[in-house]
Every structure is written in C-alpha cells, then in structure tokens.
C-alpha cells in the first residue's frame, strides 16, 4: 500500500479515489505498517482504527472496521486498500444502486466476475460480527442471495489487486501508471 502509484502512494491514491466520491465518512482499517501508512494518509480526510488481529486475515479488519463505525449508518463501502483502479464513478454507481433498489448487498461486476468494492446495508452488521476468520464477506452475498444485487462495469479495476510485488511491477511496468513509477 506504500508502493508509488500515480505520483502518490497506492493507499493515497484509494483514499483519493473514496473521497471524490458521494461516499460521507471514510474509516481505514491499519494493520501491519500502521505508522508509516497513517504518515502517508494523515493530510486526507478520513478516520482510522487500529485492528490488532490484523494477523488473522482480512474478515478480522472488516470486523475491526464495523465495530469502529461511528454512529448509526445506512450501508458500509468496502475497500481493499491496494485496488487503486475504482475510481469515483465506480463508487457513485454502487451508492446509487443501493438508494434505487432496495437490496442490501451490492457487488460490482466485470465481464461475469465480482469485484470490490463490496456494499454491505447496516442490517448485516451482526451477522458479519459472528463471521468466523475461515469464512469471507461473500458468504453473507451466499446466505442472502436475494438481497444480492450485482452491477455491470466496463471496469476492470474492480478485479485487479496488487497481492504480491510481481503484480505490482507488472502492472507499473505494461501500464499508462508506468510513465510516472517505472520500477
């Protein structure tokens, strides 16, 4: 996530992509480099939390993320903090689908496949408290597939992640990214 992409860092550049958007309050989930993640983000407008199972997988920080939500809410964003590519129109077009359609779990969609990031209504918030660390938020989109509502993209964004440093430089180096982090 501190890895240059776009002329910032890659979690600056999701927290940009977030805060251009109809999203109202952003939370980031820290972990592992919490210190030096924060120094990278302070200047931007959102909160943090501390999740310090963080060593136990991602459902632990999403579970850190609910639990550190302030207030009551209508439905929560999930956000990977290495998928750089969902820009703002992405985001306003899941938050649009959840106010006109009434379901409570909105997924994006490129060419068949689900992406991030995912919209959970504040109705799961329970259930995915009581989620075991073996089972991952598509689980709830599996015991609720009726409230389940997925949107189709043209971007492929959505899937893309950097997971390891071979995916990072691949992509900074076969990319229009390239020009400005060639590695």
């Known amino acids: 996530m501190l ?4 002329g910032l860092t890659m979690v600056e550049k999701v927290l940009l992509n977030v805060t251009g958007s109809n999203v109202s309050n952003t939370l980031v989930v820290l972990g592992s480099y919490r210190e030096e993640i924060l120094g990278a983000i302070r200047h931007l407008p959102a ?3 501390y999740n310090e199972k963080y060593r136990n997988g991602m459902l632990s920080s999403v579970k850190c993320g609910f639990e550190n939500l302030p207030g009551r809410w209508d439905a929560a964003l ?14 306003n077009k899941i938050i ?8 409570g779990i909105i997924i ?7 992406g991030h990031p995912l919209l959970l209504d504040f109705k799961y918030r329970e259930i995915i ?3 075991q660390d073996n089972e991952g938020l598509r689980s709830i989109a599996n015991k609720f597939p009726e409230d389940v509502l997925e ?3 043209r971007s492929q964004g959505i899937l893309k992640d950097f997971d390891t440093k071979q995916d ?4 900074i180096n076969n990319s229009q990214y390239g020009t400005k982090n060639k590695v």
Do not use: M, W
Request: charged share 30%; glycine share 6%; with cysteine.
């Open 96 to 103: 649009e689908a959840y106010d006109e359609s009434g379901k």
């Open 47 to 49: 909160n943090h939390c």
């Open 129 to 131: 408290s009581k989620l």
């Open 168 to 171: 990072y430089l691949n992509e």
């Open 151 to 153: 949107i189709s993209t």
């Open 78 to 91: 999930i956000f990977p903090g290495d998928q750089p590519f969902i820009g703002p129109e992405i985001i």
């Open 108 to 114: 994006p969609v490129y060419r068949k496949k689900r």
């Open 3 to 6: 890895l240059p992409f776009d």
